[in-house]
């Protein structure tokens, strides 16, 4: 074992294979700042190149890349209220505020720094899970599939701040949304009238782009601000850094959310949108101050970023492991294996240990120095938020559009976007919760094809599992731990820093 | 008010300069086809994700219809509405020629069968350059489960066979099965992707699925999963020892005709075609093109070095649209028969 | 107003409901129907709560936004016109995108709005052209993406 660690360094640190692994490093982090562009993109109009290349190098390249693409979304994120990627919509929520209080290279600190070590601390436990990995697996049919996206579903009322009914409501809403398309268990066409554009429903990326991005973009105009921050902004090193230890401080949060992120990750079926937003909402429910949140608290920056950095190395043991892919960008690495004759499965974490770790220490390094590159750009990225609106909103909405367009080739999710655009800005003026929203789309698909699949195959009373009837007391206890909270204050939690 | 015109007319320019590029036309008739290609831009429409097998087979065809035709070659990956965003999107393009599709069979055809609104196409009308690699349907099992033949599924009672959604291949193809073995058998729906199935058969929640050995060659090569019989009257080359379901049970002739749907017209191929329209020189030039390719070894090797597999067979445009024609006719009479069998074995 | 405004957005809701529930009951199979009628069901009965907390004036006045709740005072029309003016921009952009493409809408429309915003001529020019330039560098020439190009100009 010491002698496959040590062959996977030799392999990392080789010239050529660190000079590919900071060029990805580099092109991710820019690809994940761009709105929308997830590294799929990036990766496809790789592809060419990629399979031409060496199978270390090519694998390297890949695995860089989206290791930081997250990171790099993160940003736009704090800064714009403009997410990169889908799943860092939850980071936006308290990021985007403290940027606008002009604690936007703190966030971008804390952000970083949670992601960097929640994508390096689950990869040195990876190789002890995977005697574990296939038995949880198969541990996790279809019930207890159900009562995990449900267990995701309660906290619709954790995320919605304010009103319960307005929460609900606006959870309901994003469940209504994910129904639009075509339900596959019974071939019926639902909301869409038989279009091919509504036919796999309302994608996910002009949603959130419009529910959060062009939403804020319309409030600014409103609110006649001149910059999104509130004051000067005037961002140092020693700010960014304030938000790495805020990490340091809040570590527990942080290791608590990487793990929920790792397991997840190696959990086939469950999107990386769904690891954030539970990690956000696990935040906001243990915190002391969970009014707070979404006011720009530091912890609702740690939690998501920790968990969509942890939820990858999870996907990637289960892709190398098992043979699985978690993610599209698995797919292709999953391609990439069998291209050169490597299967992957428990035969290649035998025979092929060295590669396999490579891939492991690849996504830390990745992570390591993509981070470093943010932390060191971070004081300068955060004065955008001092920066004359009008340029700011005029640049924003046509990076929006035109992420949109190229990640769906559809025009008429321009559409899309002003609609949610309208929608995100109504709600956000009268109360409603976006992120609830975003949770119902994301859970609702697979919520209904979890119960169906259940019903059949197990029938009715499927829930008296015990998997599932765990994760229901987890359900009762993460709802009523509000209330017993009051009833005992000993379970208060760390005082807060805001 | 005079700088202010100057001002509007300036931008007008400017606006008009921008558009200059995108007018226009060719103004002179290309003398040859291949005098037609040569500097174009072609745009190469892939109705599948990047990096699976039908992506990784069009990035070969593309470097190839770049080195013969002289042409740019454009790849546009086009997956909405489970591929049908980009069979459409090829049916609607110019019949200039510079827009291609690469697409699979097994969405081209059952769409159509099932009579999806959102499929605008008519599999007969398609301008078809060549197939590459029919895959045939293989009805796969757990090799740690209780059904290990033929004769295993028929004892059974209540079995439980896996489908992703209703109209696609996978669950028309478990159907098809339960019709053919007579069993006592429901299809269940909502196992959506390959993964997804290979997990339920080990899990025991479901006895098996119907799938191509290509999709689920991960899941072969690491034990997870065994092909028991091949949907259709010859073994597939693939998998050499596997029994045809012909050799298992006897097929009576109303049946046949299924089974011949299912290694014909459903099998699972990468398409490579053009929309209808295009010009019958541009056509027969492209068509010539792979002809070649089919023949050149180094194409052969690296198509199978992509796809992981040997890919043991290339069909002719000319074929490809013969069958499609034939098929088109009696299209109403398998949705007539599938009907049937959802309304019996949907679960 | 803005108890108006929840209101208004209550009955968006309420209709929202009612649409989906009618629509879910002409679905074919009852595993189709469930779930969107349920749903339906929850929304139509939160936004009746909704609107009637409205209506007799039971709900908390100022109801907080998830956003920096302090800030937050929507008053008169200033806002109103301000929100009206920007929709209309945006929605000019998509239109022109739809029409010309992103190649022709991206420099016209940056130029016009950062005038219209009172910026400089060559500035607004300047920066309409950089973001041309920026969009296209990291989109057609960077990820090899073809946005774009309009019904007018070849694109459908």
């Known amino acids: 074992m010491l002698e496959a660690y040590a062959s996977a360094l030799e392999t990392l640190f080789q010239p050529i294979n660190l000079a590919v692994l900071l060029a990805a490093v580099i092109f991710g982090l820019i690809v994940g700042v761009i709105p929308g562009i997830s590294g799929l993109i990036a990766l496809s109009l790789l592809l060419p190149f990629i399979f031409n290349m060496p199978l270390e190098i090519a694998l390297i390249l890949i695995i860089a890349l989206h290791a930081v693409v997250f990171t790099g979304g993160s940003i736009s994120a704090i800064l714009l209220n403009l997410p990169g990627t889908a799943p860092n919509a939850a980071t936006s929520l308290d990021g985007y505020p403290m940027s606008q209080r002009g604690e936007g290279a703190r966030a971008i600190g804390a952000s970083v720094t949670s992601s960097m070590f929640g994508g390096v601390i689950p990869v040195f436990f990876a190789l002890a899970m995977i005697p574990a990995i296939m038995p949880m697996i198969m541990a996790f049919g279809q019930p207890e599939m159900a009562a995990l996206v449900l267990l995701g579903l309660s906290f619709l009322g954790i995320l919605s701040s304010g009103s319960f009914t307005k929460g609900i409501l606006s959870g309901m809403l994003g469940l209504m949304i994910s129904f639009i398309g075509y339900h596959s268990i019974t071939g019926v066409h639902r909301f869409s009238y038989g279009t091919a554009f509504l036919f796999d429903g309302i994608e996910i990326i002009p949603l959130v782009l419009g529910l959060f991005g062009l939403s804020e973009l319309l409030y600014l105009f409103m609110k006649g601000q001149p910059t999104i921050a509130l004051k000067t902004v005037d961002a140092r090193l020693t700010d960014v850094f304030e938000g790495a230890k805020d990490v340091w401080r809040h570590k527990w949060l942080w290791f608590r959310s990487s793990v929920i992120g790792y397991i997840i990750g190696v959990i086939p079926g469950i999107g990386a949108e769904v690891a954030t937003w539970i990690c956000y909402g696990q935040a906001k429910q243990t915190s002391k101050y969970p009014e707070k949140f979404g006011t720009g608290v530091v912890e609702g920056v740690i939690a998501p970023e920790a968990a969509n950095n942890g939820k990858e190395a999870g996907s990637l043991l289960t892709t190398m492991a098992l043979g699985i892919p978690g993610s599209t960008v698995m797919v292709i690495i999953l391609a990439a294996l069998l291209m050169v004759g490597i299967t992957p499965g428990p035969t290649m974490m035998d025979e092929h240990l060295p590669l396999a770790l490579t891939l492991l220490l690849g996504i830390a390094l990745a992570n390591i120095v993509g981070g470093i590159i943010c932390l060191f750009a971070a004081p300068y990225l955060a004065r955008i938020a001092s920066v004359n609106l009008d340029f700011i909103s005029t640049g924003v909405l046509i990076l929006i559009f035109a992420g949109v367009f190229t990640v769906t080739l559809a025009p008429l999710n321009f559409l899309v976007v002003l609609c949610f655009g309208l929608l995100g800005l109504a709600m956000k003026l009268y109360g409603y919760s976006r992120p609830a929203l975003i949770l119902g789309f994301v859970l609702g698909a697979s919520f209904e094809n979890y119960i169906w699949l259940s019903v059949k195959i197990y029938g009715p009373l499927f829930f008296f599992r015990p998997i599932p009837m765990v994760l229901l007391a987890i359900i009762f206890l993460m709802v009523g731990f509000p209330y017993l909270r009051k009833a005992f204050p000993r379970l208060q939690g760390r005082s807060m820093r805001a | 008010m005079l700088k202010k015109r100057i001002k509007i007319i300036l931008v007008l320019i400017y606006v008009l300069m921008l558009a200059a590029p995108g007018c226009g036309s060719d103004t002179q008739q290309a003398a040859t086809p291949a005098d037609f290609y040569r500097g174009k831009t072609i745009n190469l429409v892939v109705s599948h994700s990047a990096g699976s097998y039908t992506d990784l087979v069009s990035r070969v065809l593309a470097s190839y219809l770049e080195r013969d035709t002289g042409a740019n070659v454009i790849v546009t990956n086009r997956l909405g509405a489970g591929g049908l965003e980009g069979i459409n999107y090829v049916y609607r393009s110019e019949t200039d020629g510079l827009t291609l599709g690469v697409i699979t069979q097994g969405k081209l055809v059952p769409n159509k069968i099932m009579s999806e609104p959102a499929a605008i196409y008519d599999i007969e009308d398609f301008s078809y350059i060549m197939n590459i690699g029919a895959c045939l349907y293989s009805f796969i099992v757990s090799p740690n489960g209780p059904y290990q033949s033929v004769a295993d599924l028929q004892a059974g009672s209540e079995l439980i066979i896996g489908g992703a959604s209703l109209s696609g291949p996978i669950t028309l193809g478990g159907m098809t099965v339960v019709e053919l073995l007579g069993l006592d058998a429901k299809v269940v729906t909502g196992l959506n992707s390959i993964a997804d199935q290979a997990l339920a058969a080990n899990r025991g929640e479901t006895v098996g699925w119907v799938g191509t050995i290509r999709s689920a060659l991960s899941y072969l090569d690491s034990g997870m999963s065994e092909p028991m019989f091949v949907l259709a009257s010859e073994r597939d080359p693939l998998v050499p020892h596997v029994p045809a379901i012909t050799e298992l049970i006897d097929i009576q002739d109303d049946d046949m005709a299924l089974v011949h749907l299912w290694e014909t017209g459903l099998a699972s191929t990468v398409v490579f075609l053009a929309p209808p329209g295009v010009p019958e020189d541009r056509l027969a030039f492209l068509r010539g093109l792979a002809a070649e390719w089919a023949q050149d070894e180094e194409f052969r090797e690296e198509i199978d070095s992509v796809t992981g597999f040997d890919v043991p067979t290339y069909v002719t445009g000319e074929t490809v649209a013969e069958t499609m024609s034939d098929l088109a006719v009696t299209l109403d009479d398998f949705r007539d028969k599938f009907a049937e069998m959802i309304a019996k074995y949907r679960a | ?156």
């Open chain 3, 1 to 156: 107003m803005k108890a108006k405004g929840r209101l208004l957005v209550a009955l968006f809701f309420l209709i929202l409901g009612i649409y989906g529930l009618i629509q879910s009951l002409a679905f074919e199979y009852w595993e189709s129907v469930a779930m969107p009628l349920i749903v339906s069901g929850v929304i139509i009965v939160m936004a009746t709560v909704e609107a009637g907390k409205e209506i007799y004036g039971l709900g908390k006045k100022g109801t907080p936004s998830a956003d920096l709740k302090s800030l937050i005072k929507i008053t008169g029309t200033a806002e109103l016109r301000r929100f009206a003016l920007i929709t209309v921009w945006v929605t000019a952009f998509i239109l022109f995108i739809y029409l010309f493409g992103f190649r022709i809408a991206i420099p016209v429309y940056a130029f016009f709005y950062l005038k219209w915003r009172g910026k400089h001529l060559l500035f607004a020019a300047f920066f309409a052209l950089a973001m041309l330039g920026f969009v296209y560098g990291v989109f057609e020439l960077g990820l090899k993406a073809s946005l774009f190009q309009g019904i007018v100009f070849g694109d459908r």
